[in-house]
């Protein structure tokens, strides 16, 4: 998977159908005019190797869902299974223990191969549930998987693949390098003059990752107290540069911070660039 897209945009997918199921979610209530209805999710394991539990970015994308779903929508889930898991699962889990709540915990529960179907049936009407996981629902044509109704996932085509056709901007006009030396960060400074500006940034390190994140700094407010935008994470740019942007609501000094403060060996070579676009009404 991350050879056909990067971390940030799994991320980005996540907040997606988590919104997504957010709107269906008040849809029913309108419809019902029951405030207590909740989505019931069900994890399937099958196929999850301990290479994939292991591995550092599916642990970081773990925790950043994790902590997006407990902070914007945790009272719209009844119940979490988690079905088939091997051994090996209960090291992630033991992890996300460490970042969720405990009324969010009392809702998971793990299961192998055994015992869910009867669990899942308990809180999922037969007539809805697939019937490859215990229920009664097949496709048209009698498929017990629901091939119309679930995506199975499975292996991706190479030719979705974006690592052997990398774009890359360092030798674009326009585009600075910046060195940013082993357990240190270094800040870029962009100044914003007008309220409701956007601020747009294109960046890529040469090879690792690099944390990045966006405070601001007002003048005359606050005795000039940094404020943070965008919360600091670690970024990838291996399949591609990471781009954004941001609508500045004050303006003042924006400041792009490229931190490597946790890498003790390495330093990261960054190119980079951004604009400022005033807002259409300046006066």
């Known amino acids: 998977l991350f050879k056909s897209c990067s971390a940030s945009d799994i991320l980005k997918y996540v907040t997606y159908r ?3 199921d957010s709107a269906i979610l008040c849809q029913q209530r309108q419809k019902s005019e029951r405030l207590n209805i909740q989505f019931v999710y069900v994890y399937d394991c099958d196929r999850l190797t301990f290479q994939a539990v292991t591995n550092k970015t599916n642990i970081q994308i773990c925790l950043q869902s994790a ?3 407990q902070d ?22 033991s992890i996300l223990k460490l970042v969720i709540t405990r009324g969010l915990i009392r809702k998971i529960q793990v299961f192998g191969t055994d015992g869910w179907k009867e669990k ?3 809180n999922i009407d ?11 629902r097949t496709d048209p044509d009698g498929n017990p998987l629901c091939r119309s109704l679930i995506c199975p996932g499975g292996k991706i085509p190479e030719r979705y693949f974006l690592s052997s056709n990398k774009s890359t901007i360092r030798n674009l006009q326009g585009v600075k390098r910046l060195e940013v030396s082993r357990h240190s960060s270094t800040d870029v400074v962009i100044d914003v003059l007008h309220p409701s500006s956007v601020l747009m940034w294109e960046f ?19 005795d000039g107290e940094i404020i943070e935008l965008i919360p600091k994470k670690r970024i990838d740019t291996s399949n591609g540069p990471e ?41």
């Open 18 to 20: 988590l919104e997504e």
């Open 67 to 69: 902590g997006t779903f």
């Open 72 to 93: 914007n929508f945790p009272e719209f889930v009844k119940a979490i299974y988690v079905i088939n898991a091997p051994a090996y699962f209960t090291y992630i889990f």
């Open 120 to 122: 899942l049936l308990e």
């Open 126 to 136: 037969d007539e809805v549930l697939p019937a490859f996981l215990g229920g009664k």
């Open 204 to 222: 890529e390190t040469k090879d690792r990752d690099i944390g990045f994140g966006i405070n601001c700094k007002i003048p005359d407010q606050n």
């Open 243 to 283: 781009t954004g942007t941001y609508v500045c609501h004050n303006a003042g000094s924006h400041i792009l911070l490229f931190d490597n403060s946790y890498s003790w060996l390495h330093s990261k070579e960054i190119y980079y660039k951004t604009k400022v676009i005033p807002p259409t009404n300046t006066d």
